[in-house]
DNA sequence: TAAGTGTTGACATTAGTTGTCAAAGATAAA
DNA sequence: TTTATCTTTGACAACTAATGTCAACACTTA
């Protein structure tokens, strides 16, 4: 399940906008955006922000789910993912303070 | 830097083989060997359990090292990192209990 | 020299992702 | 029903990234 897909649909909806014109002011085949939103194919962070400009809608929470998404397809079936994921933690908070 | 490449680098000359013999008895090239350790290429997890055995090795924190390092290359230079690798804990915390 | 070591780069192969397109199916209005 | 508009689907091409293969190089030691 894609949350980024079912509510950039919802944005979309509620903008009022079709597929189609939509797919055309992001500059993306429709058959792409189509398949983004019920989570057939990945969305890109770029076009999640070229939807969310489209929406007026802030991206932040979208990107949030969209990189977890994508952590969270590294560490499934994984034994230690929650293990990995404290010293992934560790190291991003290090790289920070420098 | 690939801390997965240095250790198993130490542990492979703690164990007496060269690079050669090492890869021979997993059953990989010599050059993607010598890549890996240097951190030139990425591992697989199934490459570092076989050397792992070969050197008798606990592979657990080698695992958890290549994942972190696989989660960190997804969220480096990302503004929402942190918070996105809280979700991702949310996420997988959520599908372990079911 | 000769044998052993690790490194490098060029290249082919493979696998995965992304884009393009046409057609089909669904829905609603005329 | 016809027409228009919409979304979904699948086949395919194009592109990119990952992986494997190989030969040669440089260095050290016997």
């Known amino acids: 399940?894609?949350?980024?897909?079912?509510?950039l649909r919802e944005l979309r909806e509620k903008t009022g906008l079709s597929l189609r014109k939509a797919a055309?002011?992001?500059?993306?085949?429709?058959?792409?955006?189509?398949?983004?939103e019920r989570g057939?194919?990945?969305?890109?962070?770029?076009?999640?922000i070229r939807l969310s400009e489209l929406y007026n809608f802030n991206p932040e929470n979208l990107i949030?789910?969209?990189?977890?998404?994508?952590?969270?397809?590294d560490l499934k079936d994984e034994?230690?993912?929650?293990?990995?994921l404290k010293v992934a933690e560790q190291k991003i908070k290090y790289n920070k303070a420098n």
Chains 1, 2 share one sequence.
């Open 64 to 73: 949030i789910d969209f990189l977890s998404e994508k952590v969270v397809y």
């Open 79 to 84: 034994e230690f993912g929650l293990k990995a």
């Open 1 to 7: 399940m894609s949350t980024v897909g079912i509510k």
């Open 24 to 36: 055309v002011q992001v500059d993306i085949d429709v058959a792409i955006l189509s398949k983004m």
């Open 40 to 48: 057939e194919r990945k969305f890109t962070k770029e076009i999640i």
